[in-house]
């Protein structure tokens, strides 16, 4: 990839996790990174990150100085940070909205006439390269544009190109799902504890457990239920443990959780 400069407006937790990512990736040295926010709390942790160099005090330069210009605010202020910023934007730019809920119509119409723009729901573990994202085109984006995003967010993940509407199921699965997932580290963790096992023991084994079991579904490819059938022993621990689950609804609360999620994506379009 040529070298590029990458923008972030607001320099938040998301901002900051795909930021590293990027750098960690060598996608991007730190001198290839800007960023604002009026937040001087989030200027300076990013500042820490990747040097003093990064910060800029408008989101103007950061448009005006970004190949590629990542709109990492809260839903709620994504189409006025692109009016202010609407003058630096031109053909020639890549805008990479990662706001939940916000619709592309909403951002090309703040963004201006024939700016390319990708629509993108990230995750935190892209921190970690661990990822799991989904982007959508924007009407100017061409598939070129889709590739460099593509390039971006496969360096700190897996990225999936899906159609727009299907992006309030990607917030509500991957995009929330690690706030649901570290609910269950947290859960077998205690469950460790209860049954005697130190603190740190325990959050260390459930962590591992549950990272484990998913390389088990992405490495082999077998279906969830083979693998949970392959651990399952007659009359030994696991279905007596499994026989709790069903009874206290873990599946119907996950799925509650993940439908509540999506649907609250598409209530902040
Ligand atoms: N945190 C997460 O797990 C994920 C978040 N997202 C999306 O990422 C976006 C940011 O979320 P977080 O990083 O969690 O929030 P955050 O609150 O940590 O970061 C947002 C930042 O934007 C800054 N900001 C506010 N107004 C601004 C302005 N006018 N100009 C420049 N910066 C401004 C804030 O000061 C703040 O530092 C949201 O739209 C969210 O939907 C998407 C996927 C996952
Ligand atoms: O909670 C939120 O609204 C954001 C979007 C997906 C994850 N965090």
Redesign the pocket.
């Given at each position: 990839m040529p070298q590029q400069t990458i923008g972030f407006?607001?320099?938040?937790?998301?901002?900051?996790?795909l930021a590293k990512g990027f750098v960690s990736a060598g996608l991007v040295g730190a001198d290839g990174l800007r960023a604002?926010?009026?937040?001087a709390?989030?200027l300076a942790y990013f500042a820490d990150l990747f040097g003093k160099g990064a910060g800029r005090e408008s989101?103007t330069q950061v448009a005006q100085e970004s190949d590629v210009l990542f709109?990492?605010?809260?839903?709620q202020?994504?189409e006025?940070?692109l009016a202010?910023v609407r003058k630096s934007l031109d053909a020639k730019k890549l805008v990479v909205?990662?706001?939940?809920?916000?619709t592309l119509r909403k951002i090309e119409a703040a963004a201006g006439d024939g700016v390319p723009v990708v629509r993108?729901?990230?995750?935190?573990p892209c921190l970690v390269g661990s990822g799991a994202c989904a982007y959508a085109l924007g009407s100017a984006a061409t598939a070129e544009h889709g590739g460099r995003v593509a390039e971006l967010l496969g360096a700190v993940g897996a990225a999936h190109e899906v159609a727009e509407p299907l992006l309030d199921a990607v917030?509500g699965l991957s995009?929330?799902g690690?706030?649901f997932i570290y609910t269950v580290i947290e859960s077998l963790a205690d469950g460790g504890v209860r049954a005697g096992l130190p603190r740190a023991l325990a959050a260390d084994l459930a962590a591992r457990t549950v990272a484990g079991a998913a390389q088990m579904v992405l490495q082999t490819g077998e279906h969830p239920a083979a693998l949970r059938d392959a651990v399952t022993s007659p009359g030994g621990t696991t279905i007596a443990g499994l026989a709790e689950l069903e009874k206290n609804g873990l599946r119907s609360a996950l799925v509650e959780a993940v439908t509540a999620a999506a649907r609250r994506s598409a209530e902040?379009a």
């Open positions: 407006i607001g320099a938040g937790r998301m901002a900051q996790a604002s926010d009026p937040s709390e989030a989101n709109v990492a605010t809260k839903p202020y994504v006025s940070v202010e909205s990662i706001a939940a809920g916000t993108v729901m990230p995750n935190t917030t995009g929330s690690p706030a902040l």
